[in-house]
């Protein structure tokens, strides 16, 4: 009989970006630690662009500095080719991170982030996830409408208030399908269904509208 061979899971392209030589060795030798990751270039800013043509990473960790430029660049190659970006930033003004948010960064951390959560983002990113550090939506929080006081006219079901905490937590549909034993059918559905109840339509929306109501903690 054939042995079966199970098939392995691509790995994960990250171009690490940074100015200072240390902090790219840092952060390779972080990327190094997990089997999942792979080390596909490392580069200081000046030199990015050639290098997502040359190399295509999935994911770009990239330790952006306010001082790096005034504007945050759309990275996107001729060929039409852009990769997930996970910031680590030292600027946590609201300015910087809505800017950021417009040019399509998939998550934002600030630089003393975790070795976990650095690595929790580069893989939600790489699944097409976006990951904001609770640090980066206490920022963001005074920026959004005031909610009402009452809670909506049609409360979240016990259900959905445990979905939005694990939208909170960067989860996929599958994987809260997964920890519910619940079908991506029904998870889509209890999504839809608190993105109307929230008027939001967005994930990040929806959870940092949660937690201003009290439904979740960050």
Known sequence: MKRRQREE???IGVLVVARSVVMRAGLEA?????????????????????????QRPDVVLWEW?????E?????????????????????????????FLRAG???????????????????AAASGLTVLHSDITEVLLPTLPSPLPEMPSQPLT???IEVLGMLAEGLSNKTIARRLI????TIKFHISSLFNKLNVSSRTEAVILGARQGLIML
Do not use: C, K, W
């Not at 089997?35 to 270039?41: K, M, R, T």
């Not at 619940?182 to 059918?185: F, G, M, R, V």
């Open 65 to 69: 500095s306010a001082q790096e430029e």
């Open 9 to 11: 899971a691509p790995l």
């Open 182 to 185: 619940l079908s991506e059918h």
């Open 105 to 123: 960064v998939r998550a934002i951390l600030p630089s003393e982030a975790s070795a976990d959560e650095i690595m929790g983002a580069i893989v």
């Open 158 to 160: 016990p259900r959905e």
């Open 71 to 99: 504007s945050f660049p759309i990275l996107l190659t001729a060929n039409g080719f852009q990769p997930a970006i996970v910031l680590l930033i030292d600027d946590l003004s609201e300015s910087a991170i809505a800017e």
């Open 30 to 54: 972080l990327i190094a630690t997990d089997s999942a990751l792979e080390i596909v270039g490392s580069t200081a800013y000046f030199d990015l662009s050639s290098q997502i043509e040359q």
